[in-house]
C-alpha cells in the first residue's frame, strides 16, 4: 500500500490545476472601450474581467429581478453593459465595506443577455468583486 501512495501523491502534485478559471481581461483601455461599443455581445458567455469605479455598485440598483433558478439579482448600470450581482454575494458584501466612492472594483463575471431586458442587451452576471489596484 506505501509503494502506491507515492507514485499517486508525485502525480497528484504535478498534474495541472483544474480549479482555476481564466478570465478574458478587460482592463487596457483599447479593449475595455471595445467591448463597451459592442455591448459585450462579442463576449457573450464568456468570462470577463474589467475594472468599473466603485460607485457604480455603491448606488441603489436599477432595478431589481428575479433570476431562473428564483433568487433576487441586483441590476446596475454601467455604461452599455449592466453590473449583476446577487445581493448575498459574500465578495459583493465585503466590497461594499472595503471601498469608497472614488475606489475603483475589479469585476470578473460571465457576460450573458441581461435580465428582463430588452433589445438584445448584455449584462455581466459578477462572480467576484475585489479593489482594484
Not at 483601455?29 to 455591448?39: H, I, L, S
Not at 433576487?72 to 465595506?97: A, C, D, H, T
Amino acid at each position: 500500500m506505501r509503494r502506491l501512495l507515492i507514485p499517486i501523491l508525485l502525480l497528484a502534485l504535478a498534474a495541472p490545476a483544474h480549479g482555476e478559471v481564466s478570465y478574458r481581461s478587460l482592463t487596457r483601455p483599447k479593449d475595455e472601450a471595445a467591448f463597451y461599443k459592442c455591448g459585450g455581445r462579442s463576449h457573450r458567455g464568456k468570462r470577463v474581467h474589467l475594472h468599473v469605479p466603485a460607485g457604480r455598485l455603491r448606488g441603489k440598483p436599477k432595478r431589481i429581478v428575479h433570476g431562473a433558478r428564483g433568487g433576487r439579482l441586483l441590476l446596475f448600470e454601467n455604461r452599455s453593459v449592466p453590473l449583476v450581482v446577487s445581493p448575498g454575494n459574500v465578495y459583493f458584501r465585503k466590497i461594499l465595506q472595503r471601498t469608497g466612492p472614488g475606489d475603483r472594483i475589479c469585476v470578473k463575471g460571465t457576460v450573458q443577455t441581461e435580465p428582463l431586458g430588452g433589445k438584445g442587451r448584455h449584462a455581466i452576471f459578477i462572480h467576484t468583486l475585489k479593489t482594484a489596484p
